[in-house]
């Protein structure tokens, strides 16, 4: 968006009137704070409503329900059923109401004013505009589309007292061949509010240095970049990212766990990898809920978030598909509440990383650090 308006610290009204300093972790109190989400696909994020009215728009006949809480429903049981074919059906459905302008727009403004009613105060949403050419738009068509819903939103939610600034990461599925040309997009739309490229889709048996044409260009561009990689494959595709393709940031990378070992005393040693990962400072865009559903973790108490935040990596908490994993930014700091037992400090802590490793300019990250997500903390902590 284009909003030069900073998003607000915290509205004091939000706050649960029962609690006191430091305030109560409740859920209401987590959706008040500051959040800041790095990893967010537009096309796993929308409305069960809003598909249900847009497939009838675009005559889509597909649908497993038009009942929108059956449909919301089946999304997140058919993300949970364990099989990756049923996974991958629910982006058949979003992707096919996301084919127009109308469409497109619709659902980026609401992504904006979803996440701005969370409490997200900056927020980089992913999409793939390949995926959204079966109705005659062009690749820069379907990235103005979702910019102008994001404007849109952002107005909206500004309007109902939250302000949320958002950016677009461009996508390129790892198993297509267009990585060269969505690179160039994204450098395209680098004064518009895209503010970085991704690639994503199924890990194994397409590396990323299978795009190390796209990373190339990117890099000589300036351009900014994270890449999918330790989530449904291991340390060679975290590797590669890192040390071929150069990454900025690792969508997920929950594997790099797979080289750190635990003495006779139970002292973690980090291979080199490991070691020049959490030293290096690389993000590690963690999505608990998400992880469990694609069996990269048994249970949150469980997922390696917890280690690797206990051992100083830089782990930021994000939604991935908020509506396969019917899950919110303060439902999943919620569970890490839960599982882990972590107080305020913890959440800023994971949203100060957050917000240190956007890609946006190091002047505006600051301003958001120092006006908006230190002072929300203080008013929490007390
Ligand atoms: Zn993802």
């Not at 009613?117 to 068509?141: I, K, N, S, W």
């Not at 939250?162 to 390129?172: F, V």
């Not at 680098?190 to 194994?204: L, Q």
Request: hydrophobic share 40%.
């Amino acid at each position: 968006m284009s909003s030069s308006s900073s998003p607000q610290a915290l509205n004091p009204h939000a706050l649960d009137p029962h609690a006191r300093n430091p305030q109560a972790l409740t859920t209401r109190n987590i959706i008040a704070a500051p959040k800041v989400l790095l990893h967010d696909h537009l096309d796993g994020g929308l409305r069960p409503a809003t598909i249900v009215e847009l497939a009838a728009e675009c005559g889509y006949h597909q649908l497993p329900s038009t009942d929108p809480v059956e449909l919301g429903r089946w999304f997140v049981d058919a993300a949970d059923s364990g099989s990756l074919v049923r996974y991958l059906e629910t982006f058949d459905h979003t992707v096919a109401v996301m084919q127009t302008r109308e469409g497109l727009l619709r659902v980026a403004s609401e992504c904006a004013q979803d996440l701005a009613a969370d409490g997200v105060v900056y927020a980089e949403v992913r999409f793939a505009p390949e995926q959204h050419l079966e109705r005659g738009l062009t690749l820069p068509q379907v990235v103005q589309a979702v910019l102008d819903g994001f404007q849109q939103g952002s107005q909206v939610a500004a309007r109902n007292g939250r302000t949320i600034r958002l950016r677009a990461l461009l996508t390129a599925m790892r198993q297509f061949a267009r990585s060269r040309e969505i690179a160039e997009l994204v450098v395209a739309f680098r004064d518009k509010e895209v503010a970085g490229f991704d690639i994503a889709g199924a890990e194994a048996g397409y590396p990323p240095s299978r795009h190390l044409d796209a990373f190339e260009y990117l890099q000589r561009k300036n351009s900014h970049f994270t890449i999918h990689a330790g989530e449904g494959f291991g340390l060679p595709s975290i590797w590669e990212a890192i040390q071929w393709c150069g990454a900025e940031r690792l969508g997920h990378g929950v594997r790099i766990v797979d080289d750190i070992t635990f003495d006779d005393q139970q002292q973690p040693r980090l291979g080199l990898l490991a070691g020049y990962v959490r030293d290096r400072r690389i993000p590690l865009e963690m999505a608990p809920t998400s992880n469990l559903q694609t069996g990269a973790a048994q249970s949150i108490a469980t997922h390696p978030i917890g280690l690797l935040t206990d051992l100083g990596f830089r782990v930021t908490v994000n939604t991935d598909n908020r509506l396969m994993s019917g899950c919110s930014m303060s439902s999943e700091m919620d569970a890490l509440v839960e599982a882990f037992g972590y107080g305020w400090d913890k959440l800023q802590w994971f949203t100060l990383n957050a917000m240190k490793s956007a890609f946006l300019p190091f002047d505006e990250r600051l301003d958001l650090i120092n006006d908006v997500i230190k002072p929300g903390y203080s008013a929490l902590m007390g």
